[in-house]
């Protein structure tokens, strides 16, 4: 019997401020390193959590998209929304807030409640910081 995986998505948007700061970097490094991101600035970030796993035959579903959703709501996008994330946001502390940084943080906040749902498996967090630029991450890997 052929099983059928499917990677399902749900998206969040939040809006927050930050700013891109090195602590192993001088004022002048700094800023010749993230020109205007240096300044405290603000974004409309858009967050996508891709969970893959079987079609449940007698739900004919992954996991409920709207379980995701809430999931989502509760453990993201109502730590970060509004939030300077640079200093309002605990799990963020002393994290450069780049896209990156933040599609790693998210992982780590949201992949435990993912982990109740197995088979599903957490499969990509990606963090749109603006329109045209994101980041993606699949987790860590061995070693
Ligand atoms: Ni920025």
Request: with cysteine.
């Amino acid at each position: 019997m052929s099983q059928h995986i499917v990677e399902i998505v749900h998206r969040e948007e939040f809006s927050s401020a930050h700013r891109l700061v090195s602590a192993s970097l001088t004022d002048e490094e700094n800023r010749a390193l993230y020109g205007p991101c240096y300044s405290l600035h603000g974004h409309n970030y858009a967050v996508e959590v891709t969970v893959r796993g079987p079609v449940r035959a007698e739900t004919g579903m992954v996991m409920d998209l709207n379980r995701l959703m809430a999931l989502m709501q509760e453990h993201i996008v109502s730590e970060v929304d509004h939030k300077y994330l640079n200093d309002d946001v605990p799990y963020l502390e002393g994290v450069i807030t780049t896209a990156e940084n933040l599609a790693i943080a998210f992982w780590r906040r949201l992949h435990p409640h993912i982990a109740a749902f197995e088979p599903c498996l957490l499969h990509r967090i990606r963090v749109y910081e603006s329109r045209l630029n994101f980041a993606d991450y699949h987790g860590p890997t061995a070693g």
